[in-house]
């Protein structure tokens, strides 16, 4: 028998000791504490931030058996359908395209084993109320519903008219250029017994995959001296037979065709559940409507919209926070949270003022994240200046100097013009004078030092009366 | 020291810098106690005392949300780890408070920017990816969520 060494036995006895003194910090789920409960299905595969983090309200559920008759295997098939935390809105640009998209789960469980799809619905029109729509009751919806697979894979794309799909189209390839694709019946019935199904031979509409590009336009003093491009995207949609050309308007981009075209970018801005039918959505419709936005958060950088932009209403901010913009660790989404609580305290224009704040927060935060968090002195010399000098609210010293006029025409283009350009300058002032640190010292912005008594007393007397 | 060898390190000492604050560990105390914090009133510069510590949690994604003033901490059940310790255990434990975690983060942006350069890299607070918050539950037990500095303006 080989002979064990003294030191080896006090090593043996210090690791007893030790595994035992852990053991003892050791508490066992469920007897002495309760842990959350954690949701058994993420979309951590899928590539597009938004996806990867939506929320599933796993407590809204629809649910119905699937006839197992159209399906090559003869088990039964339940599908229960998720509400999402997603809504959002497609936008153009010049405002004559825009309509509300949803996203729901479907879990499509047979025997033990269930499939998880995400289903994005965008309809044909504006007009359907898009937060009582079901995948398992479509109704009168018409349009298009993409079909993603859990590994964030676009499965299929399925075009409806009036609720019946009269297409599927499951092979998804991006095209080099805009070609119509004819729709056709899928060959084993429908995807889901329960699903009214067109039986015709086709013809019902085609599929139209477009092409999307990104370019950024560069002006010297507003003569236009070049583009560049930032990506394309590819994107597929059912259109019915009998759409004709009075249905659709073209889109351009400007410069590119013209300069008497507008721009054509495709804007999708998500709106968290607890943002829609607020007084908060409904100021920032106004927003977007009259073009503000957009018009005015190009004026400090050419690159837009704000990427991956989600918009919600928070209850967790103090009654002192009128809004939080938030960067997600490890995404590209950049939330805005105005505070649940004073909401409907606030008159509209503070509302939009402080939607427009936050909105520059986060396009400073995506200058930031995009560029991998090393910010260069030629491309972006503001944001490099002011974060080289200022550890702390770097952000708000940048805002109070050279935002505040810009801010300021936006809420007088918002409020009608009502009043005068130094009252709307006043009213952009809030929230940009300065903020307590961590360690409890008021840090005071340098453009409100450099105010003088008079227009600090006017400005905070203005703020003041406006509430 | 050779002068090469000097200028490497030089530098290579942003880069450490950086996976020092992303290594290190940082024990935060989250106190259920009527302590406050100074912020500003909306409007204006006048001095507010709000509640110190508050928490949240999302019923929904399970997402609990802890803010000391205006810093905010996140646990998410689907990325961080929770356990729990004796109280016995906690007097070992080398707690930072607020203002010195925010003192690092200050002192790890400089590090970063400590030569002259055209490009300034911007330290965001999740960065800082080793930080556990102790909760007291019972006088003998503290629950220690990991959590994560989120990036936030108001």
């Given at each position: 028998m080989e002979k064990t060494h003294p030191i080896q036995h006090t090593l043996l006895f210090l690791l007893f000791i030790l595994l035992l003194s852990c053991r003892e910090d050791e508490v066992k789920p469920g007897e002495d504490m309760e842990l959350p409960s954690l949701p058994q299905f993420s979309f951590q595969n899928f590539d597009d931030p938004i996806l990867k983090n939506l929320s599933i309200d796993w407590d809204d559920v629809k649910i119905v058996k699937s006839h197992p008759s159209a399906r090559t295997d003869s088990s039964e098939v339940l599908l229960s359908e998720y509400s999402t935390d997603l809504s959002g809105r497609l936008t153009l640009d010049d405002s004559l395209g825009s309509k509300e998209i949803s996203f729901k789960l479907l879990e499509q469980k047979?025997?033990?084993?269930?499939?998880?799809?995400?289903?994005?619905?965008i309809p044909d029109n504006d007009s359907i109320d898009m937060s009582k729509v079901s995948y398992l009751d479509l109704g009168?919806?018409?349009?298009?519903?993409h079909v993603f697979k859990e590994t964030g894979e676009l499965y299929a794309v399925q075009g409806y008219i009036n609720g019946v799909m009269e297409a599927w189209l499951q092979t998804i390839e991006p095209q080099d250029e805009a070609a119509g694709r004819a729709a056709?019946?899928?060959s084993v019935g429908c995807p889901w017994s329960d699903y009214s199904c067109s039986t015709g031979g086709g013809g019902a509409g085609s599929f139209v995959t477009y092409r999307i590009d990104r370019y950024t336009d560069w002006f010297v003093n507003e003569r236009y001296v070049g583009s560049d491009h930032e990506w394309t995207r590819y994107h597929t949609v059912f259109v019915p037979t009998g759409t004709t050309r009075a249905d659709q308007h073209e889109h351009y981009e400007a410069p590119h065709a013209g300069a008497s075209h507008g721009s054509a970018h495709l804007m999708e801005i998500i709106k968290d559940a607890?943002?829609?039918?607020?007084k908060a959505e409904c100021v920032y419709d106004k927003l977007v409507k009259t073009n503000t936005l957009k018009r005015y958060v190009q004026k400090f950088d050419a690159k837009f919209p704000v990427a991956h932009l989600k918009f919600e209403l928070s209850s967790s901010?103090?009654?002192?926070?009128?809004?939080?913009?938030?960067?997600?660790p490890g995404s590209l989404l950049i939330n805005i949270a105005l505070n649940a609580n004073t909401l409907s305290g606030r008159t509209t224009m503070e509302v939009a003022r402080t939607i427009f704040h936050e909105i520059i927060h986060a396009e400073m935060y995506r200058i930031v994240i995009e560029n991998n968090y090393s910010v260069s002195i030629n491309d972006y010399p503001g944001v490099y200046d002011y974060y080289s000098r200022y550890k702390f609210n770097a952000q708000h010293q940048q805002m109070a100097a050279h935002y505040i006029d810009i801010i300021g025409q936006a809420l007088k283009e918002f409020d009608g013009a009502v009043q005068s350009?130094?009252?709307y300058d006043d009213i952009a002032w809030d929230g940009l004078m300065g903020n307590y640190d961590a360690a409890g010292n008021l840090v005071t912005t340098i453009a409100w030092n450099q105010l003088s008594q008079t227009d600090k007393n006017r400005i905070l007397g203005n703020i003041s009366n406006h509430k | 020291m050779p002068l090469k060898k000097m200028c490497i390190l030089f530098f290579l000492w942003p880069l450490a810098s950086l996976g020092q604050i992303e290594n290190q560990e940082f024990?935060?105390?989250?106190?259920?106690s009527d302590s406050v914090c100074k912020t500003t009133d909306s409007g204006g510069l006048t001095t507010v005392l709000i509640e110190k510590y508050r928490k949240h949690q999302n019923t929904k994604t399970g997402i609990i949300s802890f803010y000391i003033c205006d810093e905010l901490f996140e646990y998410n059940p689907k990325l961080n780890v929770i356990d729990s310790i004796k109280s016995s255990a906690f007097k070992d434990i080398d707690v930072f408070s607020l203002g010195s975690l925010y003192k690092k983060y200050i002192e790890a942006q400089e590090a970063l920017n400590s030569y002259a350069s055209n490009t300034i890299r911007i330290l965001f607070k999740n960065e800082f990816n080793n930080i556990w918050l102790y909760e007291q539950v019972t006088t003998n037990l503290y629950i220690r969520y990991q959590v994560q500095w989120i990036e936030n303006i108001e």
């Open positions: 047979s025997s033990d084993t269930s499939e998880y799809f995400l289903l994005k619905l009168g919806f018409s349009g298009t519903v056709f019946v899928p607890s943002f829609k039918n607020t901010l103090s009654s002192t926070t009128n809004g939080q913009t938030r960067h997600t350009d130094q009252y | 024990n935060i105390v989250f106190y259920k």
